[in-house]
């Protein structure tokens, strides 16, 4: 039973980390999110895959990478990020690269809302079953807490502000569909 909840927490850390890089990584603050900002993006993102696909044609972008770094790259292309530029500012965005900075922390506010909200919950509920069985050696323990206090200090690392997970919860079926689409 521990165990099978270890994988999940593993599972659920590998998984947000492929949907949604630490913001560290692009610089965009957790914070970032307003409801206002997550409607343009999701009205935006139509457009603004139409016009990759169209770009296709021209650039070079491999597919071999993840979602999350074909957007990224798609930022570095001098060509194509001018005529992805003109497409976010209709929709407030000042350029692409906010764009996919917003991109990146839409995901993993959206990956904590559908299915981080319970983990502090069964993270206390594995500590609970872990002190309480009589078959588990005090090293045992001792091993799968130093296991859990990693896993909440990872789960904490990358979880968004609770102000840009409220702001995408009420999109979240939206962004399931977008999402959908993208993997």
Known sequence: M???????????????MIVAPSHAQDGAPSSLLT?????????SYPKVKAKVDDLKAQYDVTEDLSATATWRAWAGIDGANSQLDAIVR????????SWVRTLSVTAQAYAFTRSGADLDRKMAEALARIENDP?????????IRQQLR??????AAI?????????V?????????LFDEEG
Do not use: C, W
């Open 2 to 16: 521990v165990l099978s909840f270890l994988r999940l927490i593993a599972g659920f850390l590998v998984g947000v």
């Open 169 to 177: 919860t009420p999109y979240a079926e939206e962004l399931e569909q």
């Open 159 to 167: 979880k968004p502000s609770q102000g840009s997970i409220d702001a």
């Open 150 to 155: 990693h896993s909440a200090e990872a789960i």
């Open 90 to 97: 209709a929709y407030d965005f000042p350029d692409f690269q």
């Open 35 to 43: 409801p206002d900002l997550v409607e343009n993006f999701i009205a």
């Open 135 to 143: 078959n588990l050696t005090e090293a045992q323990k001792e091993m």
